[in-house]
């Protein structure tokens, strides 16, 4: 059963902060996701990566940096966090298209309140 | 551009009533489309695909390519399917497999 786990599922952060989420699956997945999730808006890419050290910018990427060094680990940096960043941030990962296998698999979420 | 459309954001029916939820897309070419499902302090999971023409759950979705629709469809809603509800997409030969997803609808079946 995969799993993917969040360091967080709630966070407290002051504005100004530098924020880290980290995400970790087990299943030897490729590609990982960040995410945020926000009422009306659904769930809005912030970054991928689709292999160690690679990184691609998805919808929203202003405001965040992404860091993998790992295979297994996926970080998520608010540089500089703002009450905007204010949301529930998903992580998700994902084996290489044509596994038969090859949905998102997604974890828990990390509710961040900036303040 | 590449973008899914859920125009309801909160779809309230009665047990035992028919349900749909509709999504709509818009994409040059054919994609691959997703129903994911998010119950009450749970994660989001996968619910059905396009490709796999299953029925989970009794959630049933058919690609209408000539509406660029996949809507999602249930005979008889059940209390428990209450939970909130996403259409994706997943265009072909991406780099990482991502998805684009839909605003989301919240469907609550009442009693």
């Known amino acids: 059963d995969v799993k993917v786990t969040q360091s967080s599922r709630y966070l407290v952060k002051r504005t100004g902060e530098k924020v880290f989420l980290e995400c970790v699956q087990d299943m030897d997945h490729e590609n990982m996701f960040w995410y945020r999730q926000d009422p009306g808006l659904g769930l809005r890419l912030i970054y991928f990566s689709y292999d160690v050290k690679m990184k691609e910018k998805g919808d929203i990427p202003e405001g965040y940096s992404v860091s993998r060094e790992k295979k297994e680990r996926f970080s998520l940096i608010l540089e500089s966090a703002s009450t905007n960043q204010t949301s529930m941030y998903l992580c998700?990962?994902?084996?290489?298209?044509?596994?038969?296998?090859?949905?998102?698999?997604f974890g828990p979420g990390t509710r961040l309140t900036v303040l | 551009a590449q973008r899914v459309t859920q125009p309801e954001k909160l779809l309230s029916v009665f047990k035992g009533a028919p349900v749909e939820l509709k999504c709509n897309y818009s994409?040059?070419?054919?994609?691959?489309l997703f129903w994911y499902v998010q119950y009450s302090r749970q994660r989001l999971q996968l619910l059905l695909r396009?490709?796999s023409r299953e029925s989970i759950k009794g959630f049933t979705a058919d690609l209408n390519k000539g509406e660029t629709s996949f809507h999602l469809k249930k005979p008889f809603a059940q209390e428990e399917d209450s939970a909130m509800y996403y259409c994706?997409?997943?265009?072909?030969?991406?780099?990482?497999?991502?998805?684009?997803f839909g605003q989301g609808t919240e469907l609550s079946v009442k009693p």
């Open positions: 396009h490709i």
């Open positions: 994409y040059s070419g054919s994609p691959e």
């Open positions: 994706a997409l997943r265009p072909l030969y991406n780099q990482g497999g991502k998805l684009i």
């Open positions: 998700a990962s994902s084996p290489p298209e044509g596994t038969g296998t090859d949905t998102q698999y």
